[in-house]
């Protein structure tokens, strides 16, 4: 049996045929955006029978919850993480998390559709988020997203960027590339396309007229803006967490009552 957790994970998953798709730093060491990670994170399709495969691939790798909430459709499609710690031999103390909605991104199905497919001689075929909808789902509060967000775009360019590249890759890049540097490179090279897509991304008017204060200060607001809406989306879930761990840990009260004196 092999050593290596994240083969043994996949292999297992797809033993059991869960649909999921790879995401978070796994998925970013995958498109060539390096980032360390001793975890894995899925989004999973939500539905009974798909979570029952689930759970039976939970079960071979001895994962617990370590967090509220539990594994419950309930949660998942309320958008809640649910976070597992293993402690199968081979995988003591590895950790996965799942889950079923990503905040500014489409559902399961049109996810699945859009998915990358690779294959690696070490972990075997390998079920990807699209990059597109990676880069969507690291428009988060977190500092350390940011900067992965805007290496995997760059990763991207790097790799695709020096031949003809199909009008949906250069789209991508111009709506999400992340420094003046690049967006003036790009528009450079796709001025009627970066015109087109003002509309969309109002900024990448400043990147046509080589404004550069200006598009440093339009791309600040564009992620504040984003790190806003990230926050006001977790908000009312991290409420509910904190209601669910008081009652996890509140004392349970006596079914029998004292004698009356």
Known sequence: ??????????????KHH???????????????????SRDIDFVVLCDPPNLDRLRRALNEFRAEVYDVPVLDMKFL???HACHFRCHHEELEGFR??????????????????????IFSPELGTVNLLALPDLVRAKKTQRDKDWLMLRRLV????????????PASRVEFWLLEARTPELLLALVQRFPARAKRLQSTRPLLRYALERNVVRLRHALAREEARE???????????????????????????????????
């Open 154 to 165: 760059e990763a991207d360019y790097a790799r695709h960027g020096k031949g003809r590249a």
């Open 227 to 261: 790190r806003r809406s990230d926050r006001a989306y977790w908000q009312p879930l991290r409420e509910e967490l904190e209601q669910l761990r008081r009652k996890k840990t509140r004392p349970q009260m006596s079914l029998t009552t004292a004698s009356p004196t």
């Open 18 to 36: 869960v649909r999921a798709l790879l995401i978070g730093g796994q998925a970013c060491i995958a498109y060539g955006a390096a980032e360390f």
């Open 77 to 79: 499609q309320r958008g």
């Open 96 to 117: 996965i998390d799942v889950l079923s909605v990503l905040r500014g991104c489409d559902d399961f199905e049109q996810l699945w559709r859009r998915r990358e497919v």
């Open 1 to 14: 049996m092999t050593s290596n957790p994240i083969r043994r994970v996949l292999f297992t998953f797809r």
